[in-house]
């Protein structure tokens, strides 16, 4: 009579390790060249949050500050920080050319170096949502956030064109076992999910943001350059595999380009998400 052998249980994911990875992936290339056409969706959030004058706001995983600028521009109190210092720079200098008032911290949005309540509003467009504990990140937002203060999120969606191109990109890459999707962040259960025992109210909007590119072509020669996730994956290709990824990219901007032979409009859904805490 045989026994039977357990299956043994997978290896937990070495978070430091990824997030060491993550680190090294958003400080290559140039994110600035591509963070800067995403300013509207930081106004809009700070709009949506209601960032009033005076308040203390705490913009994390920044990148180069679209959020922080927002807020700043409406007289708040902002704290800038991500863990990729490259790109806090990127966000002093713009808020310097603005003449505006930014605190700069490297930090880490899973390990907060901030007391319980500190702030008044925490927003991240697009940053979020990439820490690999999901948990863990809403639980340090909720954490430094007061009692009836409010967190406003921009999420790409796993529909939307950055969710297909996650999985575009998954399908020759895939992503470290053991861990959720960003796009889940796009999702009002996962938002259910993570927030809603603390939450007085978690309010969503799907909203879209339009990638305006002269091509398809242009679109992955800057993303190629630029932006950190899609520089790292054609890198780690060999040149059969780079010229695949490059064909199937094309492929989904061409047919979701509203704009005709002419151009590349691509709209991209996200969801804007204010949570406010009891």
């Known amino acids: 009579m045989q026994t039977a052998t357990a299956t043994p249980s997978p290896a937990p994911p070495d978070f430091a390790a990824i997030k060491a990875k993550q680190q090294a992936t958003w400080a290559s290339g140039d994110f600035a060249v591509i963070g800067v056409t995403l300013q509207i969706v930081g106004e809009s959030l700070a709009e949506a949050v209601d960032v009033r004058a005076g308040e203390h706001v705490l913009d994390v995983a920044a990148g180069n500050g679209n959020a922080t600028l927002a807020a700043a521009r409406r007289f708040a109190h902002v704290t800038s920080t991500d863990y990729v210092p490259e790109l806090l720079a990127k966000g002093a200098t713009r808020a310097k050319a603005e003449g505006l008032t930014v605190t700069y911290r490297v930090a880490d949005i899973e390990e907060l170096p901030f007391a319980d309540a500190s702030f008044d509003v925490v927003l991240s467009t697009f940053?979020?949502?990439?820490?690999?504990?999901?948990?863990?990140?809403?639980?340090?937002?909720?954490?430094?956030?007061?009692?009836?203060?409010?967190?406003?999120?921009?999420?790409?969606?796993?529909?939307?064109?950055?969710?297909?191109?996650?999985?575009?990109?998954?399908?020759?890459?895939?992503?470290?076992?053991?861990?959720?999707?960003?796009?889940?962040?796009?999702?009002?259960?996962?938002?259910?999910?993570?927030?809603?025992?603390?939450?007085?109210?978690?309010?969503?909007?799907?909203?879209?943001?339009?990638?305006?590119?002269?091509?398809?072509?242009?679109?992955?020669?800057?993303?190629?350059?630029?932006?950190?996730?899609?520089?790292?994956?054609?890198?780690?290709?060999?040149?059969?595999?780079?010229?695949?990824?490059?064909?199937?990219?094309?492929?989904?901007?061409?047919?979701?380009?509203?704009?005709?032979?002419?151009?590349?409009?691509v709209p991209a859904e996200y969801a804007e998400v204010v949570i406010t805490k009891h």
Request: charged residues 20%; proline residues 7%.
């Open 127 to 265: 940053g979020a949502m990439f820490a690999p504990r999901h948990a863990r990140t809403a639980d340090e937002m909720l954490r430094v956030v007061r009692p009836g203060g409010r967190i406003g999120l921009a999420s790409w969606t796993p529909e939307g064109f950055i969710g297909q191109l996650f999985k575009v990109i998954g399908a020759h890459l895939p992503p470290p076992a053991g861990l959720s999707s960003p796009a889940l962040w796009g999702t009002e259960p996962h938002m259910t999910e993570l927030f809603g025992t603390q939450a007085a109210e978690i309010r969503s909007e799907r909203k879209h943001f339009n990638f305006r590119y002269a091509s398809a072509a242009h679109w992955i020669q800057v993303f190629r350059d630029c932006y950190g996730p899609t520089h790292k994956a054609f890198a780690a290709l060999d040149e059969a595999g780079q010229a695949k990824l490059e064909a199937d990219i094309t492929a989904l901007l061409e047919r979701l380009n509203v704009a005709g032979p002419g151009s590349l409009v």
